[in-house]
């Protein structure tokens, strides 16, 4: 069972567009736009240039090529993500990993490999990342005195 959601994420940017909830069972290819969050169980094949939300209560045995994908629950599965991938605690992922931005929280188990692929796209960029600084960060160093 896949219903409409009228929740935010909690960065504020994408609606939840469908969920599968806690005590739902799936099997097979799912395809979609925007973001989607999975609190049941799910077996198969995910593929979306939106945003992919592992629930705690998720169970998901899958291949996964998203643009952004955020885990909560177990995840069992080869994942491609394009911008950024992150995993927080209880979060467990036993599988590959690749994208260009990876955040592992305390927590977390993770078994597997990661590939870091070199283009970080411009969303998904933070100071240290990119070797940029944001314009207030650079009007900060500006001020500061340099050691003689």
Do not use: W, Y
Not at 33 to 51: L, N, R, Y
């Amino acid at each position: 069972m896949i219903g409409k959601k009228d929740e935010k994420m909690g960065n504020g940017k994408d609606e939840i567009s469908a969920f599968l909830g806690k005590g739902t069972e799936f099997e097979g290819k799912l395809t979609f736009e925007g973001t989607v969050q999975i609190d049941g169980k799910f077996s198969g094949e995910i593929s979306t240039q939106g945003t992919l939300i592992i629930g705690e209560s998720a169970k998901v045995q899958a291949e996964i090529n998203a643009k952004s994908i955020i885990i909560n629950g177990e995840v069992k599965g080869n994942l491609s993500a394009s911008s950024r991938l992150e995993i927080h605690a209880p979060g467990k992922l036993l599988g590959n990993i690749k994208t260009p931005v990876l955040v592992i929280d305390e927590g977390v188990i993770f078994e597997g490999n990661c590939q870091m692929t070199s283009q970080v796209p411009e969303e998904a960029r933070t100071p240290f990342i990119s070797g940029e600084f944001l314009e207030e960060e650079k009007e900060e160093l500006d001020e500061e005195p340099s050691p003689a």
